[in-house]
């Protein structure tokens, strides 16, 4: 997708060489004009936004969008 990340397969890590504790993902390199020029995906039916504020205050509000505080 031009847009964000999907994919059915998981994703390959490589370590790098030299580095311990250092892995990446060997990505396919794309041609700038090709993605630009490329057809935009049909939209999804439904779309929606859901806003919330997490902590008011510093006091977290005792609604469903927020975890409970145990």
Request: glycine share 6%; aromatic share 10%.
């Amino acid at each position: 997708p031009i847009y964000g990340f999907a994919s059915e397969d998981p994703l390959k890590f490589k370590k790098a060489v030299g580095h311990a504790d250092l892995f990446y993902v060997d990505d396919k390199d794309l041609e700038f004009k090709d993605v630009i020029e490329a057809p935009l995906p049909k939209t999804p039916l439904e779309t929606a936004v859901v806003v919330h504020w997490l902590a008011i205050e510093g006091v977290q509000p005792a609604i469903p969008e927020n975890p409970t505080v145990g």
